[in-house]
């Protein structure tokens, strides 16, 4: 016990043997954890950088809309209206089709050769990334991609094909994000309308029709079994060339189908020895070229975007232009060459505006060149109606006479084709002859201006400049804008709007374009149009007319003849009251042919074409047709030289009353 006072005792240091080494240690592992923890933070910063990295820059998951029309090739299927593929331009896309229209075997065959277990992963399936990651490592090289149906679906519409791991992390994520978009079944259907199967086949109603002549709902358990095996290696097996390889893919198949419960054994025996019938290629008709370029060119103008696959109904009935192609060939392989003329272009288009018929040139095989569409000619005396049609505008009508005699307007003398002169004669006889004097007289009288105008107004779209030489067709014009323009006689006055095609859609079945019925613009008087209608019949029905060579059996038919200068260009341009159209022929280097003229090889070719397209048709009344009844020559002349004396008498009375009137000032001036 401490003494009262005393003071404590001082403290003594202990020491423990070995004290130095166990302070020396407790440092180390200090250091140690720190060094660790350090590593864990390097460690996860350098992890989570490249987590982080894998999934730098990855697109967005498109709209599900999008990944149907994603990285499709530019392509147009063309039908006609009975749904017949008249031609495929570009890959071959087929009808869109869902897995609830198929048996059930067909995508069964799929998800054996391609996804086992895809009804039961989230879009990417776990363990078998394992198994290809083990088995690639084994190889020292990518010998398995594991991908699932869905990310092939990613692979191929949303990220590229290397192999690296960035890109297989992205495609493992979008993967799964699509499987929260859509169900499995729109997985599905989605891949089997969009996988390839080489020979630029894409989809299973394309690979169905296109080897088998069937759609793919009709496909037999052999059928589907070959077609699942094409996308491993679409273009090595492809079915024509190398069906024996396709059929060993089609064993694997067919056996994996049974080990998943999808078929028996018996039922894979049979069709492992199914006789397959691949049909042929199809073939297309090389001369409809013509029609569907300006098909095509139509489809760039009328759509602001083109999608990648288009389905278009076009208006051509190709029966009717087969035969009138092949006569309109015989013909000229005879008397066209005989006229030295090598070229012939056709249009031909019914009351409605549906073109029926469009043919460029002889050949589209030697050829592409389309001389309805793309060759600007001088029309000659077939642009004269829009003359007279003016003139009528203006009160003149086709009684009224002129003189045909020289001519002389500034520099330009026009003569005839004749080199001759008939003295007075009515309008009607003038148009009826081509009398080239009468016209140009006409075309001053009414002004080139509005020659123009009536034309513009009629369908002519080429820019046409108010020259005097306009009144005989100097200008050059497409045959499409010629015809068109006829189309509103025949119609009494209402514009033509002719069509080629008639619905636009893609290969889900969206219709992008159809064709309205609407009411046609009238740019012309009915009644006026009748007198012309009557005056244009007599250039074919009577004994002087140019066009008598145009003529149809049982119908009445309305047209111009035309020419231009030394032979280049020679036209018949005509309607009934169920057509209209037009013929010119020519050589495309511009040379003169050997005295051809409109009422020559041109109306011939025009009367063939016409004779094929109104077999089998009851014969219509054409409007104003009766107003043109055939008047003779020496009655013409009569009705010339009694309207003649009446003009003179009305114009001397006219300027008797004037004298009487008018003050002397004006008089004089």
Same mark, same amino acid.
């Given at each position: 016990?401490?003494?009262?006072?005393?003071?404590?005792?001082?403290?003594?240091?202990?020491?423990?043997?070995?004290?130095?080494?166990?302070?020396?240690?407790?440092?180390?592992?200090?250091?140690?954890?720190?060094?660790?923890?350090?590593?864990?933070?390097?460690?996860?910063?350098?992890?989570?950088?490249?987590?982080?990295?894998?999934?730098?820059?990855?697109?967005?998951?498109?709209? #599900?809309?999008?990944?149907?029309?994603?990285?499709?090739?530019?392509?147009?299927?063309?039908?006609?209206?009975?749904?017949?593929?008249?031609?495929?331009?570009?890959?071959?896309?087929?009808?869109?089709?869902?897995?609830?229209?198929?048996?059930?075997?067909?995508?069964?065959?799929?998800?054996?050769?391609?996804?086992?277990?895809? %009804?039961?992963?989230?879009?990417?399936?776990?363990?078998?990334?394992?198994?290809?990651?083990?088995?690639?490592?084994?190889?020292?090289?990518?010998?398995?991609?594991?991908?699932?149906?869905?990310?092939?679906?990613?692979?191929?519409?949303?990220?590229?094909?290397? *192999?690296?791991?960035?890109?297989?992390?992205?495609?493992?994520?979008?993967?799964?994000?699509?499987?929260?978009?859509?169900?499995?079944? @729109?997985?599905?259907?989605?891949?089997?309308?969009?996988?390839?199967?080489?020979?630029?086949?894409?989809?299973?109603?394309?690979?169905?029709?296109?080897?088998?002549?069937?759609?793919?709902?009709?496909?037999?358990?052999?059928?589907?079994?070959?077609?699942?095996?094409?996308?491993?290696?679409?273009?090595?097996?492809?079915?024509?060339?190398?069906?024996?390889?396709?059929?060993?893919?089609?064993?694997?198949?067919?056996?994996?189908?049974?080990?998943?419960?999808?078929?028996?054994?018996?039922?894979?025996?049979?069709?492992?020895?199914?006789?397959?019938?691949?049909?042929?290629?199809?073939?297309?008709?090389? *001369?409809?070229? %013509?029609?569907?370029?300006?098909?095509?060119?139509?489809?760039?103008?009328?759509?602001?975007?083109?999608?990648?696959?288009?389905?278009?109904?076009?208006?051509?009935?190709?029966?009717?232009?087969?035969?009138?192609?092949?006569?309109?060939?015989?013909?000229?392989?005879?008397?066209?060459?005989?006229?030295?003329?090598?070229?012939?272009?056709?249009?031909?288009?019914?009351?409605?505006?549906? #073109?029926?018929?469009?043919?460029?040139?002889?050949? %589209?095989?030697?050829?592409?060149?389309?001389?309805?569409?793309?060759?600007?000619?001088?029309?000659?005396?077939?642009?004269?109606?829009?003359?007279?049609?003016?003139?009528? @505008?203006?009160?003149?009508?086709?009684?009224?006479?002129?003189?045909?005699?020289?001519?002389?307007?500034?520099?330009? $003398?026009?003569?005839?084709?004749?080199?001759?002169?008939?003295?007075?004669?009515?309008? !009607?006889?003038?148009?009826?002859?081509?009398?080239?004097? #009468?016209?140009?007289?006409?075309? *001053?009288?009414?002004?080139?201006?509005?020659? #123009?105008?009536?034309?513009?107004?009629?369908?002519?779209?080429?820019?046409?400049?108010?020259?005097?030489?306009?009144?005989?067709?100097?200008?050059?014009?497409?045959?499409?804008?010629?015809?068109?323009?006829?189309?509103?006689?025949?119609?009494?006055?209402?514009?033509?709007?002719?069509?080629?095609?008639?619905?636009?859609?893609?290969?889900?079945?969206?219709?992008?374009?159809?064709?309205?019925?609407?009411?046609?613009?009238?740019?012309?008087?009915?009644?006026?149009?009748?007198?012309?209608?009557?005056?244009?019949?007599?250039?074919?029905?009577?004994?002087?007319?140019?066009?008598?060579?145009?003529?149809?059996?049982?119908?009445?038919?309305?047209?111009?003849?035309?020419?231009?200068?030394?032979?280049?260009?020679?036209?018949?341009?005509?309607?009934?009251?169920?057509?209209?159209?037009?013929?010119?022929?020519?050589?495309?280097?511009?040379?003169?042919?050997?005295?051809?003229?409109?009422?020559?090889?041109?109306?011939?070719?025009?009367?063939?074409?016409? $004779?094929?397209?109104?077999?089998?048709?009851?014969?219509?009344?054409?409007?104003?047709?009766?107003?043109?009844?055939?008047? !003779?020559?020496?009655?013409?002349?009569?009705?010339?030289?009694?309207?003649?004396? !009446?003009?003179?008498?009305?114009?001397?009375?006219?300027?008797?009353?004037?004298?009487?009137?008018?003050?002397?000032?004006? *008089?004089?001036?």
């Amino acid at each position: 016990m401490a003494q009262k006072g005393a003071q404590p005792p001082a403290q003594r240091a202990i020491k423990v043997p070995g004290g130095g080494f166990l302070s020396r240690h407790g440092r180390l592992i200090r250091y140690a954890l720190l060094a660790v923890l350090g590593l864990f933070i390097v460690g996860g910063g350098w992890g989570f950088w490249k987590w982080r990295s894998l999934y730098a820059g990855m697109p967005k998951l498109p709209e #599900v809309a999008e990944l149907w029309n994603a990285k499709r090739e530019p392509a147009i299927e063309f039908i006609d209206r009975n749904e017949k593929t008249l031609d495929v331009r570009g890959p071959r896309y087929g009808r869109a089709t869902s897995v609830e229209q198929l048996p059930k075997y067909v995508p069964e065959a799929f998800i054996a050769a391609e996804d086992k277990r895809f %009804y039961e992963h989230d879009g990417a399936d776990d363990a078998a990334i394992a198994r290809a990651a083990w088995s690639n490592l084994r190889a020292g090289e990518t010998v398995s991609g594991a991908s699932t149906i869905t990310q092939q679906l990613i692979k191929n519409f949303v990220l590229d094909s290397r *192999q690296t791991v960035k890109r297989k992390a992205q495609e493992v994520k979008l993967a799964r994000e699509l499987e929260k978009k859509m169900s499995k079944d @729109e997985i599905l259907s989605l891949y089997l309308n969009r996988v390839y199967f080489g020979a630029g086949l894409y989809g299973i109603d394309a690979a169905a029709r296109y080897y088998f002549g069937k759609g793919p709902d009709q496909l037999s358990v052999s059928e589907a079994a070959l077609l699942a095996g094409l996308p491993k290696a679409p273009s090595k097996l492809n079915l024509r060339d190398n069906l024996a390889g396709a059929k060993e893919r089609q064993a694997y198949v067919l056996g994996e189908m049974v080990s998943l419960g999808f078929i028996s054994k018996t039922e894979a025996d049979a069709a492992a020895v199914q006789d397959i019938s691949i049909i042929d290629p199809p073939e297309y008709d090389p *001369q409809l070229g %013509y029609a569907l370029d300006a098909a095509t060119e139509r489809v760039k103008a009328m759509l602001p975007r083109i999608p990648g696959d288009l389905v278009v109904t076009v208006s051509i009935d190709t029966d009717l232009q087969e035969r009138i192609r092949k006569q309109l060939a015989e013909r000229m392989a005879k008397d066209g060459a005989a006229d030295g003329a090598s070229q012939v272009s056709a249009l031909l288009i019914d009351k409605d505006g549906r #073109v029926t018929a469009l043919i460029g040139g002889v050949d %589209y095989t030697q050829s592409v060149f389309n001389r309805v569409t793309q060759a600007k000619r001088q029309p000659g005396s077939s642009f004269k109606p829009f003359v007279y049609a003016t003139a009528l @505008e203006d009160g003149y009508t086709p009684y009224d006479v002129f003189d045909d005699a020289p001519i002389t307007v500034g520099k330009w $003398e026009p003569k005839n084709y004749s080199g001759q002169y008939l003295g007075p004669m009515t309008m !009607s006889e003038a148009l009826t002859r081509s009398i080239n004097t #009468v016209a140009a007289e006409l075309a *001053q009288l009414t002004s080139e201006e509005r020659v #123009v105008d009536t034309a513009r107004r009629f369908g002519i779209t080429t820019k046409l400049e108010p020259f005097p030489s306009i009144a005989l067709g100097s200008q050059e014009v497409t045959l499409w804008e010629l015809v068109r323009a006829f189309g509103t006689f025949q119609s009494g006055g209402l514009r033509l709007d002719p069509y080629l095609i008639e619905t636009i859609a893609d290969s889900r079945g969206n219709v992008l374009y159809e064709r309205p019925t609407y009411d046609r613009d009238r740019v012309y008087s009915e009644e006026l149009d009748k007198e012309m209608n009557g005056m244009l019949t007599r250039v074919v029905n009577s004994d002087i007319g140019t066009g008598g060579r145009a003529k149809i059996k049982n119908w009445t038919v309305a047209g111009k003849t035309g020419t231009s200068q030394d032979w280049r260009d020679a036209w018949f341009i005509g309607f009934t009251s169920a057509y209209v159209g037009g013929v010119w022929v020519g050589n495309d280097d511009d040379t003169p042919m050997k005295k051809v003229t409109g009422g020559g090889l041109p109306a011939d070719l025009w009367s063939d074409m016409m $004779e094929i397209a109104h077999a089998g048709k009851r014969p219509e009344d054409l409007i104003g047709a009766e107003t043109g009844a055939a008047v !003779s020559e020496a009655a013409e002349q009569r009705i010339a030289f009694y309207r003649g004396l !009446s003009q003179a008498f009305s114009i001397a009375a006219g300027q008797q009353f004037a004298s009487r009137t008018t003050p002397d000032r004006y *008089q004089q001036q």
